[in-house]
């Protein structure tokens, strides 16, 4: 209707020469008339003294990402960034894998690649691997054609896209989350449109899993809740369950039909192997009931910045998982029309060949070996110096991040005397660290336990 009326008062083929002239005469007549008046047109509204913004207030840092904000301000020599959950070589340096390089080494030189817009669910292949990575090759889910599978922008993005697809089409708008968990958690489901709880799970008296305290907070949720679980190596405390508890837990949550909805930002990082880091998810796959897991290549391909990974939502069977795909088209255009092509491009390229695949699994054992001998490093470190407490959470705990359980008083301390960069709830990036600064981080930690108490 409005563009009905616009286009047949403004057309200009549609007036006479003598009708264009009388208005731009009146146009002229018009801005004369202004110019002369004490009230003066302004070029725009924006040009006026006072920003239209003016009231915004500033919003407060990540408080992750924030953390590499702060250190890249810092000019000390001696200054250690254990924020972010970015994996670092020896020499403290980004690593991008050889497997990586290879991969983008192909596609460059395939002449018959273009940049053309990925359909809305992304790369067919890329998806097909992502759900053969985390479920199995050989996977019921795959075999019988109820899942769908979709590439998003990392596992942010997938979060949010099946955050989104559940607060419109799920019965149940709640959410339950560890605590602690992943910061922005939170947030993420929030803006999707669900209700976020928390479930007991990290005990910091032993500095371990509160099992009974998960047990009962899952036990006393509404049936049909959404449950979300970290598939491995928990982020922050570095606390999984045992294979038993995984089966307890998956019992508990089927017999209230509770839904599982796994972040997967770790596969591979925490045992070395990509198959048993996947385990909790394919158990709850095997049982033939309905879950979603969304997966992350940042950390296992350190594609970071490439943003890829994707949303699974395995379901009952293939028409359910059809018709559950068109309306997560839904969701995904209106949002960013399509993923990106060339982070996925890099991972279906290894995924398809046999021998980058394995290429990729010898580096990524490589990455969670060296945080490994990182944690003993540290601990030993720790031990020599005598510093009070009981350090052995840093060899148990599994994953990226070592939950040191210092405090946030010692964490500034930290920061302020040593140039430590950490998240201030204590959590370090164990994939930040290597032999060189291990003893500076001993040295800091030895002094923040005994002055800071
Ligand atoms: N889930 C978990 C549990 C997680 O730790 C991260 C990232 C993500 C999802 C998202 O990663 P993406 O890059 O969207 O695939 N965690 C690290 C980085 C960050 O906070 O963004 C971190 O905790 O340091």
């Not at 032993?206 to 049909?224: C, I, K, V, Y």
């Not at 995984?246 to 949550?253: D, N, Y």
């Not at 980058?356 to 054992?365: D, F, H, P, V």
Request: net charge positive; proline share 6%.
């Amino acid at each position: 209707m409005a563009s009905k009326s616009f286009s047949s008062s403004s057309s200009s083929s549609g007036c006479s020469p003598a009708s264009d002239r009388r208005i731009s005469v009146l146009a002229r007549h018009l801005v004369a008339e202004n110019a002369l008046s004490s009230s003066p047109i302004y070029a725009s509204p924006t040009s006026s003294a006072n920003s239209v913004f003016a009231h915004i207030a500033r919003g407060p840092e990540d408080p992750i990402l924030g953390v590499t904000v702060a250190y890249n301000k810092d000019p000390s020599p001696v200054k250690l960034n254990l924020g972010v959950g970015a994996y670092r070589t020896e020499e403290g340096k980004p690593l991008v894998l050889n497997v990586v390089r290879k991969a983008e080494h192909m596609l460059v030189n395939d002449r018959s690649r273009v940049k053309e817009y990925l359909p809305i669910v992304g790369l067919a292949d890329f998806n097909k691997l992502s759900a053969k990575l985390i479920f199995g090759a050989d996977s019921p889910v795959i075999r019988e054609n109820r899942i769908t599978t979709v590439q998003c922008l990392s596992g942010t993005g997938s979060l949010r896209v099946g955050g989104e697809f559940l607060a419109k089409h799920y019965h149940q708008r709640t959410i339950y989350i560890p605590l602690p968990t992943w910061g922005n958690h939170p947030k993420v489901f929030t803006l999707a449109g669900l209700s976020v709880k928390t479930y007991r799970y990290y005990d910091p008296a032993t500095r371990g899993l509160n099992f009974q305290g998960l047990m009962e907070d899952l036990g006393s949720a509404p049936s049909g809740a959404i449950i979300l679980l970290h598939a491995c190596a928990h982020n922050p405390t570095g606390v999984d369950p045992t294979p038993q508890q995984w089966e307890q837990i998956r019992r508990l949550m089927r017999s209230k039909a509770l839904m599982p909805f796994f972040d997967s930002a770790y596969q591979g990082f925490a045992s070395g192997s990509l198959d048993e880091d996947a385990q909790p998810v394919r158990m709850f796959a095997a049982d033939g009931g309905e879950l979603l897991v969304a997966q992350s290549y940042a950390k296992n391909m350190g594609l970071y910045g490439e943003r890829v990974g994707a949303l699974s939502i395995v379901c009952k069977d293939a028409d359910v998982a059809g018709r559950v795909e068109s309306q997560l088209k839904l969701v995904i255009r209106p949002m960013y029309s399509n993923p990106p092509i060339h982070g996925a491009s890099i991972v279906a390229a290894i995924l398809k060949d046999g021998n980058l695949y394995n290429e990729w699994t010898i580096e990524l054992k490589a990455m969670a070996d060296r945080i490994i001998s990182m944690r003993k490093q540290l601990f030993d470190a720790l031990h020599a110096r005598g510093t009070p407490g009981d350090w052995s959470h840093i060899i148990k705990q599994i994953g990226m991040f070592t939950f040191t359980g210092l405090n946030s008083e010692q964490v500034a301390f930290m920061t302020r005397e040593y140039h430590i960069y950490m998240t201030s709830d204590g959590r370090i990036s164990m994939a930040g660290l290597s032999s060189k600064t291990v003893p500076h981080l001993a040295d800091a930690i030895h002094a923040a336990v005994t002055r800071m108490k």
